[in-house]
């Protein structure tokens, strides 16, 4: 049996038309209430850009910091010879900066797998460290939609996140228009050759760590100059041509090409490491002993007169030599007398203090019987023949060594054959004992040195000697 289906009925009709009809009314007269209402434009671009750019800064957490969170940088992603605590590198050869980017070398170096000279290409060429190795904006357009060749008209798709001046330039306002914070890197101050290194096949991460493991880089990945010692350092052949003086890197003042210390970021000190030269609060007292075991190290940024400012004995207590020195320094004096001499004169301090002790044919008689024999024995020192301890040797050898304890008219009481200046060699009008200290066959060639020196001739022999005449 069919079922016939059923007609609506002709008022049931017409109460779902007019139903639909007011709804229709109802949704015509809010959507012209809204737009009429005062105050409620629709959204302009310009906000939608901004709530988007807000938005996205939100969202980007990323290349902030070297790690999210501003993390601690584990010290193998350090550059070599970090150490935990270090506090970065040292803060006057490279001053503190400014960095308003916001950049991720994990995400690029890491996960992309891009090469530090794929955005760094001028490292390649670079040989001064004032350099600016910074990537040029034209790199970064080829996957973030940019245009960054005319930099006061940057283009960007609007509708690409990546494409937006905020997506990387830190603190950027909807609205600045191609104005972005500058970054400020200031210029190291130390020498270095990029070109140099990578020609080498020095990597970078040998120098700045492990950048592809972090985001932003900072100060804390530029080199420490204990990981520059593991070359400059070295011994040779391993060393190469890698020198390991401090002006190798280091800036060099005028003149004396000492090594600049005063800079507008403060004072270069050397660290404790180094050889314990950290000039700390407890340095007076220990530079001694750093100088002495190390002079040449000191005389990389201080020059002598630095040194004879406090030495020269108007700064007291004069804190030079060890208690016991005085009865160390003849030893001392015959082993390093340039040394001495950089400080003392002989003629003034030397011969002053020896004669006041007794330590010198001039000095008081009255000490000669307590001072002891410096000399070996007369039959070494004076007595024929000249054997290898005989003074005549020795003279020749260092005459600076027997003048800081004689003068000439100690070697006269033997030498000379006159009565010099009328007084006598002793002051006493008694002539030399005339021994000869001329080398056998010396009278063949005495008139060249006559003619050379008269003086050095005349002052053992009178001008009517004899044997003087012999030589004209």
Not at 3 to 27: E, I, N
Not at 221 to 235: E, N, T, W
Not at 355 to 370: E, I, M
Not at 403 to 431: K, P
Request: with cysteine; glycine share 8%.
């Amino acid at each position: 049996m069919t079922q016939t289906p059923r007609t609506p009925h002709p008022s049931a009709t017409r109460s779902v038309s007019w139903l639909l009809m007011v709804a229709l009314c109802v949704f015509a007269l809010s959507a012209g209430w809204v737009q009429a209402k005062p105050g409620a434009s629709a959204p302009s671009k310009a906000k939608s850009a901004e709530a988007k750019t807000d938005r996205m800064q939100a969202e980007h957490v990323h290349g902030l910091a070297p790690l999210p969170g501003d993390a601690e940088v584990p010290l193998q992603d350090r550059p070599p010879g970090a150490v935990k605590d270090d506090g970065g590198p040292s803060p006057v050869i490279f001053p503190a900066q400014k960095l308003t980017i916001r950049f991720n070398h994990k995400k690029h170096a890491g996960e992309l797998g891009m090469t530090c000279t794929t955005c760094h290409d001028a490292a390649r060429k670079s040989q001064q460290s004032r350099d600016s190795l910074l990537p040029s904006p034209v790199r970064c357009d080829g996957c973030h939609s940019t245009d960054h060749r005319d930099l006061n008209a940057v283009q960007g798709d609007p509708e690409d996140l990546m494409s937006q001046c905020g997506f990387c330039h830190v603190g950027y306002k909807t609205g600045d228009g191609n104005k972005v914070a500058r970054m400020d890197i200031p210029a190291p101050n130390l020498r270095f050759n990029h070109k140099v290194h990578l020609d080498r096949n020095i990597d970078c991460a040998q120098c700045h760590g492990m950048v592809k493991n972090i985001e932003l880089a900072t100060r804390d990945q530029l080199p420490r100059m204990k990981g520059c010692f593991r070359c400059h350092q070295a011994p040779q052949p391993a060393r190469g041509e890698a020198k390991g003086e401090c002006t190798t890197c280091h800036l060099t003042k005028g003149g004396d090409q000492t090594m600049r210390t005063e800079f507008a970021s403060g004072t270069l000190k050397p660290p404790r490491w180094l050889h314990n030269a950290g000039h700390g609060p407890d340095w007076i007292e220990r530079h001694k002993r750093i100088a002495g075991a190390d002079s040449q190290m000191c005389s990389s940024c201080h020059t002598e007169q630095y040194c004879t400012d406090c030495h020269d004995g108007r700064v007291r207590p004069r804190k030079v030599h060890p208690n016991d020195f005085i009865s160390m320094h003849p030893i001392a004096a015959r082993q390093n007398s340039p040394r001495c001499t950089s400080c003392h004169q002989q003629q003034t301090f030397c011969i002053g203090c020896h004669q006041r002790s007794g330590v010198t044919l001039s000095g008081p008689y009255a000490n000669f019987s307590g001072r002891g024999r410096f000399h070996p024995p007369k039959s070494e020192w004076t007595d024929p023949p000249r054997s290898a301890n005989h003074h005549a040797w020795e003279a020749q050898r260092n005459l600076n060594a027997c003048v800081s304890c004689h003068q000439e008219r100690d070697c006269l009481i033997c030498h000379s054959s006159a009565s010099v200046g009328g007084r006598g060699v002793d002051g006493m009008g008694s002539r030399g004992q005339g021994v000869n200290p001329h080398p056998s066959g010396f009278t063949s060639r005495c008139g060249r040195a006559l003619r050379k020196n008269a003086r050095s001739c005349l002052t053992c022999h009178d001008p009517a000697d004899p044997q003087l005449r012999e030589c004209r």
